[in-house]
């Protein structure tokens, strides 16, 4: 049957940001024909490639009557160039959308079910609005583990698998929440440098201020494609990108994008979301950084035991090993929140620098250790020790800036343009610091957006601080960031807790 | 302080339906000055209106650098004009967005908390994500009965309240999913030529090919303000308008818009939805038609009774008086399924024509017989005898074309330019027939947004065919819709089941 319904692509440079919407006149001959209307979703061919969009209607002369527009996402997907000729249709109905609604009514999703949901996700036949309901339907608790097995294999095989020469490939993880908790750029060189391979991939913050990627990103670059990820491993052992540039469990990009729009995360979301990209990646020793605390992600010793327990029995189902290690989560690691100003915390360990931060270097050392012992080489409880001589004596650090290079270059952090420091209104001892309004002015001031941004603590728990004395300096790249961040800052001592003495 | 932050509107006259976006250029002072990224929520004032919105950004030339454009939906909001000057900032973290991921966590919700989270709905302060997220966390049963009447109870005051003279006003709700079931249309004027008071609010089709306020429109206009509906009320004792119109419960729309992308009614939404409705519109009495089904919106007699139920126990506690009538929802109620072949039904009825379809007649008086048995005036059980009388002598077509007249002027319904008769293949006993796939197929067509579009069933169960009679006639607006429409249609004898006999 002759399909007349074809219009001339022209670009309009809509940022949607990851949501496909197509843009078609209201009285365009295919709106006419086809009967479509605002909202309605259509399937759109180009060369080939096809994707579902969620209609937008234009009244007035933005289009001519024969042209249509796609948002820069689409644009993407399709590969279109200006004036290409796309091809509309009505899309068949999605049958994985009735498996989310058996969901929400309470019944357990099969393989296959949970399969054709993350397929559709992956190859963005969703709209914002069933992402989130299949989000919301599996948060709370309403998984089973057998579906949390199936979830996440479902994300490794919607996407590549990369596999390594050999059977230890090791990888770590922070479950975040805790600000500054940037040990990825410190124990990767490490483990490389004696002779492990950690083909790293992080992910872009989902609700914090800084993700390793973010942080990562602001000393070299991490949108990496597989092949270079190859180059990279194989000759430095190891390397620190993005995750989602190697479409590695795609489908997890998707759905971390809708859920900081929720500012939600899930334990299900979680240990799905790890262990699909760590696997993908083709790791088969994993040590997960659990810090705990009442401000963290993870608040409580019980939760934190269900996520071990979640993560080990997915790991065993998907045969691969797992060291979790639990830790005290009650301030932030390191001086700095946000990229730039983790980088360099970062930077200072490498480099042995007598003012590193202390708490950042030995966490490093810690997680560092534990993957060392995955190595048969490597006698249990002597991986901290060695991992010390390997960053004391230099080796980290060089190799960190091999793998740089490698990456595409070294380059210095930047700096803000703006800065406020908050001081001390009386004597008193640091007894408590929430963590979460931390990372909510970090936020505020414009990380992980803008790199330079966020904050940096001059006081940890414990310190004694004299009236006057900085607590903490807000950063920021941008007047308004700054005068935005200041303006919701009501009550310091909510945030740094001062204990008063005589 | 000084706020700099303001740019001139420019429209570019983009729908997207009801969700409020703001479109910016990347590279203006306002989002360099401000951090703003593409999803970013933004906080846009003019002239003593505000909403919130989602950014989109513009690369390239679409606006000039002190340019910004909104959705058709904002612009509407803002009562904006070409050329305005808005003032943008970052919005405030809404509060109520915590209370629904307590409640995604299972946890119950307070009636300030529901109270709050309806307040932002109704003010359109929430994305399609965040609706989506509140509507999944409560669907599968997650409210409480007092959640509820909460829900309900915070509906009703997010918007207008209606109250009329006297403690007896009449009303009357189909719980759809039974295709073609516009009883109201012909109650409505039953009942107010007897005298009782009924200000009718519909709604649009949710999921169904049409909704009663559809309908109407085919017949009159159904788009009334409250003061005109004041009018038409007072004049006539009755109208037939589109609930949305009027400003009722305003969340209730919003939230359908969401549900119906989603395709998901929950039965604590439904209650929540019928009852804010009905009681901002000032009803005390209120008859619910409830068809019970395995292919009706309710399937078992025993999820009728959970939805009568809390019906009952959400009026209850609201102090009104419901009476709710379970029936038979084996097939559909009239010929005609979609707005205009269902007015056609209706006026068939009105018009006592001797081919007018029984059971729309029969079903319309029985739940008239009710209604008119709430007044004190009316014995019990003489209702439906009363109704018939008022119908058959031409009383009910009078006030009919009086309310229709009252609501700007009685119009025909649209008849479709494409039609496709599918026929039987062979003999046989219609025995069976599939409420769901009919609607789908009717909405595939084009129904409830063309008009015209629809399915006239000719042959009801127990229907005695021979081969190549006529099953169903699928009417379309559009070749396109017919064509669809009729290339989903693989098993007809899945729709309309044959028993053949000998």
Redesign the interface.
Known sequence: ?KNN?KLHLK???????KEAVV?MR?DCHVC????F???ARIHVALRGKTILATL?????E?LKPNEISL??YAWQLLEAKENDIVEL??P?PLQS?SFI?SK???NALDSHQIQSIIDDISQGRY???????F???C???HLSNAEVVNLTKSMIKAGERLSWPGDLIVDKHSVGGLPGNRTTLIIVPIVTAFGLIMPKTSSRSITSPSGTADTMETLAPVNIDIANMRRIVEQEGGCIIWGGSVNLSPADEILI??ER????D?ENQIVASVLSKKISAGSTHIAIDLPIGPTAKVRSLETARTLDTLFQIVANALKIKIAVDMSDGLQPIGRGIGPSLEAKDVLAVLQNQKNAPVDLRERALKLAGIILEFSPDVKQGEGKALATDLLTDGSAWKKFQAICLAQGGMREPTTASYTHTIRAKQRGRVAGIDNRQLSRLAK?A?AP??KA?GIELHTPLDTMVEAEQPLFTLH??????L??ALS?LEDISAIIQLELYE
């Open positions: 049957m319904n670009r309009l440079g809509i940022d949607t940001y843009y209201k006419l024909s086809e009967g209307e605002v909202h937008n209607t234009i009244a007035g933005l948002s820069e249709s009505h068949h959308l609604r929400v009514y309470g709209s914002d609005i069933h992402i989130a309901t989000l919301t339907a948060a709370g608790g994008r809708v729009a929720m500012d939600l899930s505020l414009g957006h803008n941004a920021a790249e941008s007047k308004g960031g005068r935005y919701m």
